[in-house]
């Protein structure tokens, strides 16, 4: 458990770093997705919009692009919090090309996909793969402001 919020930390630390922030986080409501959310705003300088959904609870990738096509089209920048199987399908679903996501998706990973036009249009292999993390590949990072 010590070690999920430490990776979830770390992974805020990292998405503090990303332009754009989410404007919009839709979570879980289970315990540990919770948990996740907490360790992650944390680390941010400004809350997002949270929305907490019991529907996200182990739910299908199907069922999280149907979440996903109901965003109001003025998200601009969205953070999905979930669970998988599900979360790690939908990501490998959604990027034109999967690349090293189709590998694994642990948890605490973060998909960064970058999709244009309307989220009610969203579909299978229109987003672009910008960045893939896991807390192991933030730890073997170097610190570019290391000496």
Not at 5 to 18: D, F
Not at 96 to 121: I, K, N, Q, Y
Not at 131 to 136: A, L, N, S, V, Y
Request: negative net charge; contains cysteine; aromatic residues 4%.
């Amino acid at each position: 458990m010590k070690r999920g919020r430490k990776a979830a930390a770390a992974m805020g630390g990292y998405l503090a770093e990303l332009e754009p922030l989410p404007a919009l986080v839709l979570c879980s409501t289970s315990l540990r997705t919770r948990e996740t959310l907490d360790a992650i705003l944390s680390e941010l300088d400004t809350e997002p919009q949270l929305l907490f959904e019991d529907a996200l609870y182990l739910a299908s990738a199907n069922r999280l692009l149907d979440r996903l096509q109901r965003l109001p089209e003025q998200a601009a920048s969205v953070l999905l919090i979930g669970h998988n199987p599900g979360l790690h399908q939908l990501a490998v679903s959604l990027a034109s090309d999967a690349g090293e996501l189709a590998d694994g998706f642990p948890t605490a990973a973060l998909a960064v996909l970058s999709v244009s036009g309307r989220w009610s249009a969203l579909r299978p292999h229109q987003a672009k793969l910008v960045d893939f993390k896991t807390p192991k590949s933030l730890s073997r990072d170097p610190d570019p402001d290391a000496d």
